[in-house]
């Protein structure tokens, strides 16, 4: 059995002070110091960016961690756009899989504040397919095209995306280290500026830096010495075409749907017993796909069902969903969101969510996503 | 065990032709064509490439490579710059050893030539640590520096160095994948110009564009089915740090040296059987220090073994190495090197080596590099 036995994250949010091997440091330093592990103790490292290379030509990052740490053992970049982190936890999980008896940091960051926004959507457009690019579509705009298809096919508007962020800041409030503290009503969201039609920028997440980390082992010696380790049930990815006018759906999410599938099977989990789950809302619409994809609620329910807020912490719903604040109010240091979403599940789950705490969560699931849904990574925990 | 059991490499060169998606697509449905295997009986791609994402705005790389072949299963793409592809090697064997009975595909693939020299050299020199890149350095400083001190030290000159590009050029002769299919002498060598003292033009691997693939696979039914196919006895990685100047000495490549060590324990294979072997030139000074911190030579041997030409193909000597014409002449498109390496030992192996052809080989090594020795994979293949 797998275990996560430890989690640090870094503040997230306009970190002008500090450098990506700054943040990188901090987070590997930092969850050392908490769990009074020695890096000799450190079997190999997993390490999820996506941009550090096209936005300050900062390629390489294994040899750089390698001397951050004073270590010589197997470390490895892995990039699939926003999904770097969740890809990152799935391969070093695979690495215990195939080596008892071992233990890794798995470790997301990314720096993205120190640039110009048209240069930072130039860099987050290097995930979409050279056509979307050359035809000038953005992030923001393809999940728009998203948004549009499923607001007319199912008939809601614009308020109901607007719930997603207003429930995801009033759980940013919760979190210390999120990037955004302070509440947003849904009319706020509704008179925000289009970004692109009908998203707005209170529908969409930031820009951010951060970095999280987990310790990840199969050492059972270490597990049992720790009393906050939660189990690794499942953790599952699947694929899509890059272009969405490739796909026959564009109201779903389809890697998801197959990662998600593949991720309840092996765990033998039900959806009904999650009871809090961080999912991959870069922007609002993308929150209602991916709990309908994920299987919480059926398709095209979504957007009656975020209007009943009852996903949001205090409701007493059966399910709580993105209590970080999410990517839209934790923020989005893309290499880092994938960590940190199983970071704060492993928060939950070993009842050290404080202020934000969900009551009696046995298990929880992350979701991560990369580009427009190329790439999908589903992660269940559980006690 | 894992077995290779077929191997594709595009034509390196300049292609100015091809995209990026124009050689991925090349080599993976040559692969599926040439071993007779059906796209659903793949269960998952690795993919090694540096540069994309600096040269061309091009992440997201698994998503692109589920759309070339219709799939949605999980696809990785890894970063170590150029030993990217080792290590995407290494981690799809450790992902054979976690999952029985499944069969991937390794690929690795550059495009390099479509962008002046000034930018490839700067996208290249992202490997490097930032100091460095603000010092001026780029690769070809780095090596330069190591080959100074090594030249120094044990008292050769630039013509040691020259005969080692002198050989893989007479390999590259007998590769029809080449990028440079010609023979050059000592004196040519010597007579080029300086691109950085001692190195010269011809002691450095150029810019290509090429992709490479082999299909993995521990489905022994297959392995079985497929009499062209070789073990992998041994795949393992180190790191060191990023900047030459925290290293205590560099006349040697520490990761090469704890990488191989760690290969040769594992497999219980003994240098003396390894018969051929593709060693990392990226400068000619690179190819004398990787054969010593193999340990196939004792250091500071080098600068006079190389003269000897024992590794050349015909010379009937213990060890050829680099029959592929090496990075030097059978080019280096960065991410697809480490991935043709391994091809050109599984050709040797399965007596598929045609006019260079290493007669008795049952071992055979691979040896990958990034940066200036941040990172090494050492991999042995064995029938």
């Not at 740490?69 to 969740?86: K, Y």
């Not at 890059?242 to 779903?252: A, C, Q, T, V, Y």
Request: charge should be neutral; aromatic fraction near 8%.
């Amino acid at each position: 059995m797998i275990s996560i036995i430890d989690y640090y994250t870094t503040q997230f949010g306009e970190l002008w002070d500090k450098s990506l091997s700054d943040l990188i440091e901090e987070a590997l330093k930092g969850v050392l110091k908490n769990s009074q592990l020695d890096k000799k103790q450190i079997d190999a490292i997993f390490f999820g960016n996506m941009l550090a290379g096209v936005l300050e030509n900062n390629l390489h990052a294994p040899s750089k961690i390698a001397e951050i740490l004073g270590v010589n053992i197997p470390i490895f970049r892995v990039e699939a756009a926003c999904a770097s982190g969740g890809i990152a936890f799935h391969l070093a999980k695979n690495y215990l899989d195939a080596n008892p008896n071992k233990t890794i940091l798995v470790i997301g960051a990314e720096k993205m504040t120190d640039y110009s926004p048209e240069e930072t959507t130039s860099a987050l457009a290097s995930a979409a397919s050279g056509e979307e690019q050359e035809a000038g579509l953005t992030f923001p705009g393809l999940y728009a095209m998203m948004a549009n298809y499923y607001l007319e096919k199912y008939k809601y508007n614009e308020e109901h995306l607007a719930y997603v962020s207003f429930k995801n800041h009033f759980h940013g409030t919760l979190n210390d280290k999120a990037h955004f503290r302070r509440k947003i009503s849904v009319e706020q969201v509704l008179k925000s500026p289009y970004i692109a039609y009908p998203l707005k920028v209170l529908d969409s997440s930031p820009i951010s830096d951060g970095a999280s980390v987990v310790v990840l082992t199969n050492n059972q010696v270490l597990v049992k010495k720790n009393k906050n380790q939660v189990k690794v049930l499942a953790s599952e990815v699947a694929t899509d075409t890059l272009s969405l006018n490739k796909r026959k759906n564009i109201d779903e999410i389809l890697a998801t749907k197959l990662a998600a599938d593949k991720a309840f099977a092996i765990s033998r989990i039900k959806r009904k017993d999650i009871k809090t789950a961080e999912v991959h809302d870069c922007f609002s619409i993308a929150e209602i796909l991916a709990m309908e994809d994920l299987g919480f609620w059926k398709k095209g329910e979504g957007g009656q069902m975020i209007k009943k807020l009852s996903t949001m912490y205090g409701k007493n719903g059966d399910l709580i969903v993105n209590t970080s604040g999410g990517l839209k109010a934790s923020g989005h240091p893309v290499g880092a969101t994938g960590i940190k979403q199983i970071g704060e599940i492993y928060l939950q789950l070993t009842n050290q969510a404080t202020n934000r705490q969900v009551k009696n969560a046995k298990f929880g699931l992350a979701h991560n996503v990369g580009g427009s849904g190329g790439t999908a990574v589903v992660t269940i925990l559980g006690t």
